[in-house]
C-alpha cells in the first residue's frame, strides 16, 4: 500500500475526471455534498476529447427515451454555466439508397425520438458548409433536431473549471487513484476517506485502481481510428449539423429491432463486407474552428496492440472522400479503444458498499451521463435509505463539512440547490453487485 502523507476527507469521490467522473462531481455539488475528484492526468484528457462531442438523443434506447429530454435541458444548462459550445443544430443523415430512405424514414415515423424527414435541399441547408456539396446528390434523409453537440476539445476543460471554482469540490490532477477500500481511496502522496464513492476511470481495466480490475468484468475492447480533416478554404466557422451515415444508423443497438435496420445491416454484409467487418461507422462533425472530425473505424484489433491499421484507415480515408466530395487533406490522425461488443452505456457495478464502479460506454454514455449519474448517487446515497435523512438533516441543521470546506446547502454557485430532481429512479440502470449489503452513506463531518 503507498505511502499516504495527507488525508481528505469528503463526502463523495470521484475516481476519473472524464466526462462521467464530472458529471458524478457536479451531481454531487447540486446535492450540496461536497466531492474530491481523482485524475491521473496532469489535465482533461478524456474520451470526449478524442471524439465528435456528438449527443445523440434521437438513439437512445427506447428505456432512456422518457429520460430525454431532462437530459438534453440539463446538458443546456451546465453548457451555458460552463460556457461550452452546443451546437444545436441536430444531427443530419443522408438516404442514397431505397435501404437507407427506409431505415430514415422508420426512424421519423417514431414520434418520441424528434426526427423528420427533410428534403436533399432542406440537408444541404443545415449541413457543415465543407460538407454540403456532396449532400446535394442526396435522396432527402433525417434531420434529428433534438441531437446535440458539444466542443469535444473544450468540453472537459469547462466542466471542471465549474468545479475549480467551487469551493467545496476539488480536482486533483496529477494523482492516480492505485488502491481502493470501502470508504478510502489511495493515491501516491493522497488519501480520501469519503461516505460514497465513485469510480469512472474509462474503460482500460489497466488504470482501475486495484483490487477493481480482479473483480469486475470488463468489456473486450477495439481500437477505434479517427481523422481531423482540414475545412475547405471556402469553409467558414464551424457549425453545422453532425452527419452520420445511415449505415451507421443501422448498427445502432437502439435500431436493432427495426426492420428497415436489419434489412440495411444485411444488405450491407452482402455489398459491402469491409464495412461491416472494420466496424465503420461514419460521422463527421465540425469543430468550432470548421475542420472536420471524420470517425470511426473499430478496427478488428486488440486495444492493447500498439499499432493503428493501414486497412481501416484507407477505408475511413475512403469514405470521408465520399462524405466531402473532394481528396481530404488530413490534419490528425488518432486512435482509442471502444468495447468491441455492445455493452450498456449505463453498467454500473459495486464492489463493496459505498462504491460504485461506472462503465462510460456505447452511443448514449454522453447524452445521457447526467441523468445516468443522478440514477448512480441515488443508488449509492439512499441504498439504505441514508440520503433522505441526509437530505432533510442538510436542509434543517446545516450541511456537514468536510476538509474541503463547507458543503454549501444551496449546491455549487448559480445551482439550484439540494437534491430536488434526483428522484427519477434509476432510469433501468444495469446494476451488479459484488456485494451483499446496500451501502449506508454517511456524509463526512469534521
Ligand atoms: C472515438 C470515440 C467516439 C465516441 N463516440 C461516442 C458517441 O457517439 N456517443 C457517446 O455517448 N459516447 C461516445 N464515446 C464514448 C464517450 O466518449 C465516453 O463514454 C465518454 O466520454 C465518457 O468517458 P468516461 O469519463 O467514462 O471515460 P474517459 O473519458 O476515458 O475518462 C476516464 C478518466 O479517468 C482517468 N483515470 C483512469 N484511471 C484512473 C485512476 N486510477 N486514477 C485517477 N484517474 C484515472 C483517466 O485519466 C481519464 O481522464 C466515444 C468515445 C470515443 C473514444
Redesign the pocket.
Known amino acids: 500500500m503507498p505511502a499516504a502523507s495527507a488525508t481528505i476527507e469528503t463526502d463523495v469521490c470521484v475516481?476519473?475526471?472524464?466526462?462521467?467522473?464530472?458529471?458524478h462531481a457536479i451531481e454531487a455539488r447540486r446535492r450540496g455534498l461536497s466531492v474530491v475528484v481523482?485524475?491521473?492526468?496532469t489535465r482533461?484528457?478524456?474520451?470526449?476529447?478524442?471524439?465528435?462531442g456528438?449527443?445523440?438523443f434521437a438513439l437512445l434506447p427506447e428505456r432512456d427515451l422518457e429520460h430525454a429530454q431532462r437530459a438534453r435541458a440539463r446538458w443546456l444548462e451546465l453548457a451555458r454555466r460552463a460556457r461550452l459550445a452546443v451546437s444545436e443544430t441536430g444531427m443530419i443523415s443522408p438516404a442514397r439508397t431505397e435501404h437507407e430512405l427506409e431505415l430514415l424514414e422508420s426512424i421519423a415515423a417514431q414520434p418520441q425520438r424528434q426526427a423528420r424527414m427533410a428534403s436533399a435541399a432542406a440537408l444541404t441547408a443545415l449541413a457543415p458548409r465543407a460538407l454540403a456539396p456532396a449532400l446535394r446528390a442526396a435522396r432527402g434523409g433525417l434531420h434529428a433536431a433534438a441531437d446535440l453537440r458539444v466542443d469535444?476539445r473544450g468540453g472537459?476543460v469547462a466542466l471542471s473549471r465549474l468545479l475549480v471554482a467551487d469551493p467545496s469540490a476539488r480536482i486533483e490532477w496529477g494523482?492516480?487513484?492505485?488502491e481502493i477500500e470501502p470508504g478510502l481511496v489511495h493515491?501516491d502522496a493522497l488519501r480520501v476517506r469519503a461516505g460514497a464513492t465513485v469510480?469512472?476511470?474509462?474503460?482500460?481495466p489497466r488504470?482501475?485502481?486495484w483490487p477493481l480490475a480482479r473483480l469486475l468484468p470488463t468489456p473486450a475492447l477495439g481500437r477505434?481510428q479517427?481523422l481531423r480533416i482540414a475545412a475547405s478554404a471556402t469553409n467558414g466557422a464551424g457549425g453545422g449539423a453532425t452527419v452520420t451515415a445511415a449505415a451507421a444508423l443501422a448498427a445502432q443497438p437502439a435500431l436493432d429491432a427495426v426492420p428497415a435496420a436489419v434489412a440495411l445491416r444485411r444488405r450491407l454484409e452482402l455489398e459491402r463486407p469491409e464495412l461491416v467487418e472494420n466496424g465503420l461507422e461514419l460521422?463527421a462533425a465540425s469543430l468550432p474552428g470548421g475542420d472536420i472530425v471524420v470517425?470511426?473505424v473499430v478496427a478488428a484489433r486488440e486495444a492493447d496492440s500498439p499499432f493503428a491499421s493501414a486497412r481501416a484507415e484507407t477505408l475511413l480515408f475512403s469514405e470521408a472522400r465520399l462524405l466531402l466530395g473532394r481528396e481530404p487533406r488530413v490534419l490528425e490522425r488518432w486512435t482509442?479503444?471502444?468495447p468491441r461488443e455492445r455493452v450498456s452505456?449505463r453498467t454500473m457495478l459495486s464492489p463493496f458498499a459505498g462504491t460504485m464502479v461506472?462503465?462510460?460506454?456505447?452511443?448514449?454514455?454522453?447524452?445521457?451521463?447526467h441523468v445516468h449519474a443522478a440514477a448512480v448517487l441515488d443508488e449509492l446515497l439512499e441504498g439504505a435509505g441514508a440520503a433522505a435523512a441526509w437530505t432533510r438533516a442538510a436542509a434543517g441543521l446545516g450541511v456537514a463539512q468536510s476538509s474541503i470546506g463547507r458543503a454549501s446547502r444551496t449546491g455549487a454557485p448559480g445551482e439550484r440547490g439540494g437534491s430536488e430532481s434526483s428522484r427519477s429512479g434509476p432510469s433501468g440502470l444495469e446494476s451488479h453487485s459484488t456485494s451483499r449489503q446496500a451501502p449506508a452513506f454517511q456524509p463526512m463531518r469534521r
Open positions: 475516481v476519473g475526471a472524464g466526462l462521467t467522473g464530472l458529471a481523482l485524475e491521473r492526468d482533461p484528457r478524456g474520451a470526449l476529447t478524442r471524439s465528435c456528438q449527443l445523440p469535444p472537459l494523482t492516480a487513484a492505485r493515491c469510480v469512472c476511470a474509462g474503460l482500460d488504470r482501475l485502481p477505434v479517427l460521422t470517425g470511426e482509442d479503444i471502444r452505456p461506472v462503465l462510460g460506454a456505447g452511443p448514449a454514455a454522453r447524452a445521457m451521463c
